[in-house]
Structure formats: structure tokens, C-alpha cells
């Protein structure tokens, strides 16, 4: 499903973040290490290979909200974006922290004039954020950050299951619809 908002495609899609070769950057719901582990990063460090963790140890720890961008290497990007959501019932107000990762990631792209960008739902699996509330956070911090936004042209979200597809696309009918 697409969107056009002030001249920005907006797509969301079911898939995996690290097979997503129509996007200069893809976004990593990272832990503060930088380092592989599971879900959202570890799909993107196998994909990308050792060289990643090996660029990665020189810029960690981060903390909640922040981001750090690095080289792709064997992804079929130009850049990753690594941002640490926040773990939901610990850091808090867990809404600022979300919303900076992607304040935060968007500012990083723009950046690089980066074009095209695919975002994971940050913080949603292991962090425990629910879906529905991280969607409001997601699309709320994207309408105040418009106005920012010069390079981008596409953000893709990119949900891993089914369920949060849904809650996705309804949240960006609501928009569309006004
Ligand atoms: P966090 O630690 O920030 O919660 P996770 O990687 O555990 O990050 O999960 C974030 C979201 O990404 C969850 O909704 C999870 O289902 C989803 N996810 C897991 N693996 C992938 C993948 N390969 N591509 C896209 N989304 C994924």
C-alpha cells in the first residue's frame, strides 16, 4: 500500500528489512552494543556480513533515541541506520524515545541526501512497545518532521508480520483520509 504525502511516497509492506534492494538505507532497531543479535539485527548483520559489527564496535554504546549511520556492505543498500528504540516499561516516556529514533534517523538520511529509506517497527519485538501505540508514534513524529525533509523521497515501513501490516495501513488510510 502507497501513499503520497507532500511529495513523499509512503509505503508500508510486509517483509524482511534486510531484502529491501529499492532503498538507499534501511534502518536497524539496534541495541545500545551495536551488535548482531536477534530479530531486526541480526537479519541485517548476517545479511551484511562481519564488516558491519567491525564499524559498528567504534561507534558504540548508544543510548535510547539516537542513531548512528554506517556502510551496508553486503546488503543490498548504501547505508544502515542504526537506532536504539526504547525497552517499553523502562525507558521512559517510551513516545519521546521512539519518536527520536525516527527524528533522529530521518535527520542522518537527510544528512547523506539519501533518497529512499526503509524503517522496521523499532522497539515493537524484543523491546515489548506495543504495535498500535509505536504506529501513532511512528506516523505522528513523520507529519511534525515534514517540514524537515528536503532529500527524502520514499519511506518504506517495512512490518514483519501480518498483524502489524494491518495496523500500518489502517493508521495511513486514517491520514490519507485526512
Ligand atoms: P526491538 O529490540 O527494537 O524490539 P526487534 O528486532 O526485536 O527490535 O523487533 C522489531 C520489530 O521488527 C518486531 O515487530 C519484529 O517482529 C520485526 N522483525 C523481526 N525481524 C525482522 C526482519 N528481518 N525484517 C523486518 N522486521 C522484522
New binding site residues.
Partial sequence: MGFILQNIEIEVVK????DQPDVEAVVN???AELAPG???????HKAAGPALYKECRSLAPIKPGQAVITKAYKLPNNYVIHCL?PVYGKDQPESEFLASCYRNSIQLAEGKKIATIAF??????????P?DLAVEVVFNTLLATLSEIENIKKIKF????EE?LQLYQTKLKKISIG
Fill in positions: 517483509g524482511d528489512i534486510a532497531a539496534a541495541n536477534g530479530g531486526v539485527a541480526g537479519a541485517i528504540g522496521p517497527a523499532i522497539s515493537t519485538g524484543i523491546f515489548g512497545y504495535t517495512v512490518l514483519f508480520s502489524d
